[in-house]
Protein backbone atom coordinates (compact mmCIF):
# COMPACT_ATOMS: atom_id res chain seq x y z
CA UNK A 1 0.00 0.00 0.00
CA UNK A 2 2.80 2.47 0.67
CA UNK A 3 4.04 1.84 -3.13
CA UNK A 4 0.44 3.68 -4.36
CA UNK A 5 0.61 6.13 -1.53
CA UNK A 6 4.11 7.22 -2.88
CA UNK A 7 2.78 7.16 -6.63
CA UNK A 8 -0.12 9.33 -5.78
CA UNK A 9 1.98 11.63 -3.67
CA UNK A 10 4.50 12.05 -6.38
CA UNK A 11 1.63 12.92 -9.34
CA UNK A 12 0.20 15.21 -6.58
CA UNK A 13 2.96 17.17 -7.04
CA UNK A 14 3.78 16.92 -10.48
CA UNK A 15 0.26 18.33 -11.54
CA UNK A 16 0.67 20.86 -8.59
CA UNK A 17 3.99 22.25 -10.45
CA UNK A 18 1.79 22.47 -13.91
CA UNK A 19 -1.18 24.12 -12.17
CA UNK A 20 1.37 26.47 -10.65
CA UNK A 21 3.17 26.71 -14.25
CA UNK A 22 0.22 27.14 -16.33
CA UNK A 23 -1.04 29.61 -13.86
CA UNK A 24 2.69 31.30 -14.49
CA UNK A 25 1.88 31.37 -18.12
CA UNK A 26 -1.71 33.15 -17.75
CA UNK A 27 0.01 35.47 -15.41
CA UNK A 28 2.26 36.67 -18.56
CA UNK A 29 0.07 36.46 -21.00
CA UNK A 30 1.61 33.35 -22.91
CA UNK A 31 -0.83 30.84 -24.68
CA UNK A 32 -0.96 27.42 -24.21
CA UNK A 33 -2.00 25.83 -27.37
CA UNK A 34 -2.35 21.33 -27.31
CA UNK A 35 -2.82 20.12 -30.43
CA UNK A 36 -3.87 16.45 -31.93
CA UNK A 37 -1.76 15.10 -35.15
CA UNK A 38 -2.53 11.27 -34.77
CA UNK A 39 -4.58 9.67 -37.24
CA UNK A 40 -5.07 12.72 -39.85
CA UNK A 41 -6.82 14.53 -37.19
CA UNK A 42 -5.76 18.38 -36.88
CA UNK A 43 -6.40 20.70 -34.64
CA UNK A 44 -6.60 22.33 -31.27
CA UNK A 45 -7.66 19.90 -28.43
CA UNK A 46 -10.96 20.71 -27.44
CA UNK A 47 -11.95 22.50 -30.79
CA UNK A 48 -14.04 21.15 -33.23
CA UNK A 49 -13.38 17.30 -34.73
CA UNK A 50 -10.56 16.93 -33.12
CA UNK A 51 -11.80 17.37 -29.71
CA UNK A 52 -14.49 15.03 -30.32
CA UNK A 53 -12.14 12.47 -32.06
CA UNK A 54 -10.16 12.47 -28.70
CA UNK A 55 -13.57 12.54 -26.67
CA UNK A 56 -14.64 9.86 -28.84
CA UNK A 57 -11.64 7.43 -28.71
CA UNK A 58 -10.25 7.97 -24.74
CA UNK A 59 -13.28 8.92 -22.83
CA UNK A 60 -15.70 6.73 -24.71
Given at each position: ???Y??????????????????Q????E????????????????????????????????
Amino acid sequence: MDMYKTAYFHLFNQISDLIEALQQMQREGEELVISCQEEGQEGKLGQGECGRWIEEKYLG
